[in-house]
């Protein structure tokens, strides 16, 4: 499919993302004279939105788990606490978690066509370390709906496919608007529109968490597949909280004695910044 094509099938940031690996490998080749010159030049990329990413909340996770067909429940809780692509969940055996240890491999990705492949890019290959609620929920599924090969099923036996899941996840989202419609109906009030809720949400909150709970951008782009840090700081950056803050408070620190004075000359010492010893 040529470039240019690929805003008729990704969104903006997904084609730059796209756009990011050719550059690196298109360099790499000339760097090592496989090719003269990169033909990634004078590319028009599509314009990103001016939208921040806005995470769900906890509650409207929970909410999309509950109400879920039973058959493939877990897929949200899973989604939620790994932060898969929904096409390398869909992609998932029974073999690739591993429920001592607490993590789950991602080696492989079932395409919409419903192929399976390889992980987009080389990092997109990793191991994602999850918690007791993932791997609970999915000792729950499995022991409800065994298998020997592929970790979620349709109720057919079939390996689940985008379709379907595409199919069960929307008619979730419409009953979670039902239920609110008649639960403001029965209070005398007026209904509440919930937020259009997609699959790719689930992602963004198992990222807002991790980076709430202060992990890196390093942290989060390995555990997220990222090719680089700076996508994962063009989508998510505005959720690092405080930045500024953070840096008046140690230098408050590293120069605490310059608040009423410059300290007693007795103690200098040679200690550099950020040390302790």
Same mark, same amino acid.
């Given at each position: 499919?040529?470039?240019? @094509?690929?805003?008729?099938?990704?969104?903006?940031?997904?084609?730059?993302?796209?756009?990011?690996?050719?550059?690196?490998?298109?360099?790499?080749?000339?760097?090592?004279?496989?090719?003269? +010159?990169? %033909?990634?030049?004078?590319?028009?990329?599509?314009?990103?939105?001016?939208?921040?990413?806005? %995470?769900?909340?906890?509650?409207?996770?929970?909410?999309?788990?509950?109400?879920? %067909?039973?058959?493939?429940?877990?897929?949200?809780?899973?989604?939620?606490?790994?932060?898969?692509?929904?096409? !390398?969940?869909?992609?998932?055996?029974?073999?690739?978690?591993?429920?001592?240890?607490? +993590?789950?491999?991602?080696?492989?990705?079932?395409?919409?066509?419903?192929?399976?492949?390889? %992980?987009?890019?080389?990092?997109?290959?990793?191991?994602?370390?999850?918690? !007791?609620?993932?791997?609970?929920?999915?000792?729950? @599924?499995?022991?409800?709906?065994?298998?020997? !090969?592929?970790?979620?099923?349709?109720?057919?036996?079939?390996?689940?496919?985008?379709?379907?899941?595409?199919?069960?996840?929307?008619?979730?989202?419409?009953?979670?608007?039902?239920?609110?419609? !008649?639960?403001?109906?029965?209070?005398?009030?007026?209904?509440?529109?919930?937020? @259009?809720?997609?699959?790719?949400?689930?992602?963004?909150?198992?990222?807002?968490?991790?980076?709430?709970?202060?992990? +890196?951008?390093?942290?989060?782009?390995?555990?997220?597949? @990222?090719?680089?840090?700076?996508?994962?700081?063009?989508?998510?950056?505005?959720?690092?909280?405080?930045?500024?803050?953070?840096?008046?408070?140690?230098?408050?620190?590293?120069?605490?004695?310059?608040?009423?004075?410059?300290?007693?000359?007795?103690?200098?010492?040679?200690?550099?910044?950020?040390?302790?010893?």
């Amino acid at each position: 499919m040529p470039f240019k @094509h690929l805003s008729d099938q990704l969104g903006p940031g997904s084609v730059r993302n796209v756009y990011d690996v050719l550059v690196r490998v298109m360099t790499a080749a000339v760097d090592d004279k496989v090719i003269a +010159s990169s %033909p990634c030049r004078r590319i028009t990329l599509p314009v990103m939105p001016d939208e921040e990413v806005t %995470p769900p909340t906890v509650a409207q996770v929970e909410a999309m788990a509950r109400m879920m %067909p039973p058959y493939i429940r877990a897929t949200v809780v899973t989604l939620a606490g790994s932060g898969l692509r929904i096409r !390398e969940l869909l992609g998932l055996k029974v073999s690739d978690v591993d429920f001592k240890a607490g +993590s789950i491999r991602v080696e492989r990705q079932r395409l919409q066509s419903g192929k399976i492949g390889p %992980p987009t890019t080389a990092k997109s290959r990793r191991t994602v370390p999850v918690g !007791e609620v993932v791997t609970d929920a999915l000792l729950g @599924h499995h022991a409800a709906r065994p298998s020997t !090969e592929w970790l979620f099923t349709m109720e057919e036996g079939e390996p689940l496919n985008y379709r379907r899941w595409k199919t069960e996840w929307n008619c979730t989202r419409r009953a979670l608007q039902a239920e609110e419609t !008649e639960a403001a109906g029965r209070a005398g009030r007026k209904p509440v529109a919930l937020p @259009h809720l997609v699959t790719h949400d689930l992602r963004h909150f198992y990222a807002s968490a991790l980076i709430g709970g202060g992990a +890196s951008v390093k942290q989060v782009q390995m555990v997220l597949g @990222h090719a680089s840090a700076v996508i994962t700081l063009r989508i998510y950056a505005h959720l690092w909280p405080g930045e500024e803050d953070r840096t008046r408070s140690v230098m408050d620190a590293v120069l605490g004695g310059l608040r009423t004075g410059c300290g007693p000359v007795g103690s200098l010492t040679s200690k550099t910044a950020g040390q302790t010893a």
